[in-house]
């Protein structure tokens, strides 16, 4: 099991930027496969995107593809979503998760709140 903790989120204009962070503990995150997800008032979580255990694979849903950036640093058990170009429908709660061996996302994060005003 791997403890999971978000950060990074705010209160930004539409067109800015933020950059979420995940922080992991545990030994073995490197060979984690990890996601983003979010969740909006009233509406189930929704996928927005993962990447391997190297960082070489990624794959963003189509609502944020061109705009949002998933990456990771193996080295400080970190991975990120770099948020580009945003709109008030970008407005969750965002939460990381860990695919340890390719069963589901079995670990998650509590959550960090990301509000986009018009």
């Known amino acids: 099991q791997v403890q999971l903790v978000e950060s990074g989120g705010g209160l930004v204009q539409a067109g800015g930027s933020l950059r979420l962070s995940c922080a992991a503990s545990?030994?073995?995150?490197?060979?984690?496969?990890m996601a983003w997800f979010r969740q909006a008032p009233g509406k189930e979580r929704e996928f927005v995107g993962r990447?391997?255990?190297?960082?070489?694979?990624?794959y963003l849903a189509r609502s944020v593809k061109g705009r949002f950036t998933i990456s990771r640093d193996n080295a400080k058990n970190t991975v990120y979503l770099q948020m580009n170009s945003l709109k008030p429908e970008d407005t969750a709660v965002y939460y990381c998760?860990?695919?340890?061996?390719?069963?589901?996302?079995?670990?998650w994060g509590q959550g960090t709140q990301v509000t986009v005003s018009s």
């Open positions: 545990g030994r073995t995150f490197s060979s984690y496969t």
């Open positions: 998760a860990a695919d340890p061996d390719g069963s589901g996302w079995t670990d």
């Open positions: 990447i391997s255990w190297s960082g070489i694979s990624t």
